[in-house]
């Protein structure tokens, strides 16, 4: 497959405190590995991915597969980082919010992680997976399940424990914000109005079309 080779580009963003684990998750998403060492990300680092997306109708029936070229970014936690990273909210599709099982202050701040996306992102409900992270570390947990459970189902958003050290519930938990994305994109195009006769008439362009028509609704065409 060639490097433009793909029906859809898709920018994901993983947010949340320093030290909750988003560049493991990301690198063991990516890679399948894990790396114990703590290197603080500066700034914003991307990985990417290529994957083949199914979705499936009302009756169970899948449809052809899309061909995905997704953009993992990678942002840095800290304050003094900031302002970098919420100029790469406006261009992310949709987010990983990341909490540390391990640490209540990581999943107290989830709120706040929350109230800069909806100042910043493509909308105000943007798509959004929240991951209680490090589920390994069970006999360090101090989040319970269940609270972070009802704090995601209160706000819609999916909620995953994972682990970036043994991989549980990585691949599901960008799955699932795939998934939400590639519905929105769906809603998105039934809800552009095409005037009668004219469909099949280009308008798209090609394969490269098809792509900006993505970028487009990430940005701008919310169906929510
Ligand atoms: N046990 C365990 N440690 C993790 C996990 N995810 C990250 N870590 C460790 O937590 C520290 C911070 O991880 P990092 O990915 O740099 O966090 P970031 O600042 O959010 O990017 C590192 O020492 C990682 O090895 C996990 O799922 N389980
Ligand atoms: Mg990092």
Same mark, same amino acid.
């Given at each position: 497959?060639?490097?433009?080779?793909? %029906?859809?580009? #898709?920018?994901?963003?993983?947010?949340?405190?320093?030290? !909750?684990?988003?560049?493991? =998750?990301? /690198?063991?998403?990516?890679?399948?590995?894990?790396?114990?060492?703590?290197?603080?990300?500066?700034?914003?680092?991307?990985?990417?991915?290529?994957?083949? /997306?199914?979705?499936?109708?009302? %009756?169970?029936?899948?449809?052809?597969?899309?061909?995905?070229? =997704?953009?993992?970014?990678?942002?840095?936690? &800290?304050?003094?980082?900031?302002?970098?990273?919420? @100029?790469?909210?406006? %261009?992310?599709?949709?987010?990983?919010?990341?909490?540390?099982?391990?640490?209540?202050?990581?999943?107290?701040?989830?709120?706040?992680?929350?109230?800069?996306?909806?100042? $910043?992102? /493509?909308?105000?409900?943007?798509? #959004?997976?929240?991951?209680?992270?490090?589920?390994?570390? *069970?006999?360090?947990?101090?989040?319970? $399940?269940?609270?972070?459970?009802?704090?995601?189902?209160?706000? *819609?958003?999916?909620?995953? *424990?994972?682990?970036?050290?043994?991989?549980?519930?990585?691949?599901?938990? !960008?799955?699932?914000?795939?998934?939400? #994305?590639?519905?929105?994109?769906?809603?998105?195009?039934?809800?552009?109005?095409?005037?009668?006769?004219?469909?099949?008439?280009?308008?798209?362009?090609? @394969?490269?079309?098809?792509?900006?028509?993505? &970028?487009? @609704?990430?940005?701008?065409?919310? @169906?929510?």
């Amino acid at each position: 497959m060639s490097d433009s080779d793909y %029906d859809f580009l #898709i920018k994901l963003l993983a947010l949340g405190d320093s030290g !909750v684990g988003k560049t493991s =998750l990301l /690198y063991n998403y990516t890679d399948g590995k894990f790396n114990s060492k703590f290197v603080t990300t500066v700034g914003i680092d991307f990985r990417e991915k290529r994957v083949v /997306y199914r979705s499936e109708n009302a %009756d169970g029936i899948t449809g052809r597969g899309q061909r995905v070229h =997704l953009q993992l970014w990678d942002t840095a936690g &800290q304050e003094r980082f900031r302002s970098l990273t919420t @100029a790469f909210f406006r %261009d992310a599709m949709g987010f990983l919010l990341m909490f540390d099982l391990t640490s209540e202050q990581s999943f107290l701040n989830v709120r706040n992680w929350m109230t800069q996306l909806q100042m $910043h992102a /493509y909308c105000d409900k943007p798509d #959004i997976v929240l991951c209680g992270n490090k589920s390994d570390l *069970e006999d360090r947990r101090v989040v319970p $399940h269940k609270q972070a459970e009802d704090f995601a189902r209160t706000h *819609e958003m999916p909620y995953f *424990e994972t682990s970036a050290a043994t991989g549980t519930n990585v691949s599901k938990a !960008v799955d699932a914000l795939l998934d939400l #994305i590639m519905k929105r994109m769906e809603r998105s195009v039934d809800k552009s109005w095409i005037p009668p006769g004219t469909a099949g008439s280009g308008a798209n362009g090609g @394969a490269g079309g098809k792509v900006a028509v993505v &970028q487009d @609704a990430g940005k701008s065409k919310c @169906a929510c």
